[in-house]
């Protein structure tokens, strides 16, 4: 069984930065992908970005250059650095991990998290 726990989310001023962690926990191995999703109010959950020793990382465009995803295999923990936060950017995240090591960009993980809300505003 694995486990997600997130935290890190709350408010944030427009410009402002966030730093989000994802404690995994169970037969997570630092070949598994993990990856942060996101899903704002009357929209779909979409990837935010992902990682994995074998996949490198992805993003979503909306967020390449001011989000970044990075790991601690050691501590079995993903992170999510969130800088020049937009209103746009407010919604839940959520946390996820795939049981293999190659999973397709679009598949969907099979663990996730309780998810951590932000929201950015003035």
């Known amino acids: 069984q694995v486990q997600l726990v997130e935290s890190g989310g709350g408010l944030v001023q427009p410009g402002g930065s966030l730093r989000l962690s994802c404690a995994a926990s169970?037969?997570?191995?630092?070949?598994?992908?993990m990856g942060w999703y996101r899903q704002a109010p009357r929209k779909q959950r979409e990837l935010v970005a992902r990682?994995?020793?074998?996949?490198?990382?992805n993003y979503a465009a909306s967020v390449r250059g001011r989000f970044t995803i990075s790991r601690d295999n050691a501590k079995s923990t993903v992170y999510l650095q969130m800088n020049s936060l937009k209103p746009e950017d407010t919604a839940v995240y959520y946390c996820?991990?795939?049981?293999?090591?190659?999973?397709?960009?679009?598949?969907?993980?099979?663990?996730w998290g309780q998810g951590t809300q932000v929201t950015v505003s003035s």
């Open positions: 996820a991990a795939f049981r293999g090591a190659l999973p397709a960009l679009g598949s969907q993980p099979d663990y």
């Open positions: 990682i994995g020793s074998l996949t490198g990382t």
């Open positions: 169970g037969t997570i191995g630092h070949t598994n992908v």
